[in-house]
């Protein structure tokens, strides 16, 4: 368990839950989506993540049910539910894996398409969203996907005559 403020477990006292921000008197936003349901878009979720072209290579070999359990607990913690996120800090969680800020982007649009697919109420959808893309510093220290046209003209430019016949080698 993390005791530093500037990286607060999910779920922690210091972590806002844009999901009973309106008081207790207000309806967590969790009741709108129920237990069931959620567990059934984090399940549609992961099973996109892991084989997706872009970032399913980042989750091979990794544990997909304990995964789903501990998005389970975050995401209805932070919709408001009385239930406790038990995983690790998001730093912690995600030490080891090389998150660029493009495998972020993917992530969150993966969990756009899935929570659309749901037909998730759109003020969860929002809720869910603002949530993750909050804690996108805890995760990558790279900046966002958005296109940088020469540099990545730069960096991908094939030069020479791409029409000059090229010379094969022959298998003896
Ligand atoms: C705000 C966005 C994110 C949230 C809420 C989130 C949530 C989680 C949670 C709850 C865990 C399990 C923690 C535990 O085992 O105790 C986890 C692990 C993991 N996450 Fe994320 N994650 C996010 C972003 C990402 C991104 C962008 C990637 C890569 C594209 C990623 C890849 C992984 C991997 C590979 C693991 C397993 C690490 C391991 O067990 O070694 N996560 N994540």
């Known amino acids: 368990m993390s005791d530093d403020a500037a990286d607060p477990r999910p779920g922690?006292?210091?972590?806002p839950r844009p999901?009973?921000?309106?008081?207790?008197?207000?309806?967590?936003?969790f009741d709108r989506?129920?237990?069931?349901?959620?567990?059934?878009?984090?399940e549609d979720f992961y099973d996109r993540v892991f084989v997706d072209p872009m970032i399913g290579f980042l989750?091979?070999?990794?544990?997909?049910?304990?995964l789903?359990?501990?998005e389970c607990e975050l995401a209805a913690r932070m919709l408001g539910a009385p239930i406790a996120y038990t995983g690790r800090t998001m730093r912690e969680a995600h030490a080891r894996v090389p998150i660029l800020g493009g495998h972020f982007d993917r992530r969150t649009q993966l969990l756009r398409n899935v929570l659309a697919d749901?037909?998730?109420?759109?003020e969860v959808v929002a809720a869910w969203i603002d949530h993750t893309v909050a804690m996108?510093?805890?995760l990558t220290a790279d900046r966002g996907s958005e296109c940088d046209h020469e540099a990545a003209a730069a960096r991908t430019h094939v030069g020479g005559d791409s029409t000059a016949p090229v010379a094969l080698r022959r298998r003896t």
């Open 68 to 70: 789903v359990e501990k």
């Open 59 to 66: 989750f091979a070999g990794k544990d997909r049910a304990r």
């Open 19 to 29: 999901g009973d921000a309106a008081g207790a008197a207000a309806e967590p936003l």
């Open 118 to 122: 749901h037909g998730v109420d759109p």
């Open 136 to 138: 996108r510093a805890q």
């Open 12 to 15: 922690d006292a210091a972590d």
């Open 33 to 42: 989506l129920g237990g069931a349901r959620l567990r059934a878009v984090v």
